[in-house]
């Protein structure tokens, strides 16, 4: 078989796979008689494409969950797999958005959202048509040069989301990144959110 159909096959095989497969996982924090069970056995999957959400009661394990999705925590039963590959610790391609924007306080939006791109190399002149044209699509066009203190809480978060997807991350992971908003801005960055999936922006969990 060429080289070719070789690369058909694995193409076709990726795509019959979910891009995030959760096997049971559990964690429990702590041993013996204090130990917390921070999260049950959960199994899902998410498919490419797809904006998967987590509904649950405070301390029911939401956050414990994404993080062992991203890799920053490890099941103590079951496993995680992303692309049909173990979850072994974090990595670029899974990004976490936090309540918090996080952003650099000393740095532009524009400069915040190129952040990611240009730890990675990529050339001054692509990553700022990039960090411009989505900041164009988050809504904050004119607001280019604006440190973070000079935005509202919901253009720092729209900011902070541009910042995520500026790197192309194969997984974008958010922990309740609308909690810190008012009500009208939530509803608001929630319809953005949307728009962005159906353009065609990548896999969420929520």
């Not at 130990?35 to 939401?62: D, H, M, N, T, Y």
Request: proline letters at 7%.
């Amino acid at each position: 078989m060429d080289g070719v159909n070789l690369r058909a096959r694995a193409s076709l095989l990726a795509e019959a796979l979910p891009l995030i497969s959760v096997e049971e996982a559990a964690r429990t924090f702590g041993a013996g008689p204090r130990a917390i069970e921070a999260l049950g056995p959960v199994s899902f999957e998410v498919r490419s494409g797809e904006f998967f959400c987590i509904v649950g009661p405070s301390g029911c394990g939401k956050s414990t969950l994404l993080d062992l999705v991203a890799g920053f925590e490890r099941p103590d039963a079951g496993r995680v797999l992303v692309g049909g590959r173990p979850v072994l610790g974090p990595d670029p391609r899974r990004l976490l958005l936090f309540q918090e924007h996080a952003l650099l306080p000393w740095r532009s939006a524009r400069a915040n959202v190129e952040l990611g791109l240009e730890l990675a190399g990529v050339p001054r002149a692509d990553r700022r048509e990039r960090a411009r044209g989505l900041l164009h699509e988050m809504g904050l066009a004119g607001f280019e040069n604006a440190r973070p203190r000079e935005l509202s809480g919901g253009m720092r978060q729209r900011v902070s989301i541009a910042r995520a997807l500026a790197v192309d991350p194969d997984v974008l992971l958010m922990d309740e990144p609308l909690g810190a908003v008012d009500a009208l801005t939530r509803l608001r960055l929630q319809d953005e959110l949307l728009t962005l999936q159906r353009r065609g922006a990548r896999p969420s969990s929520w």
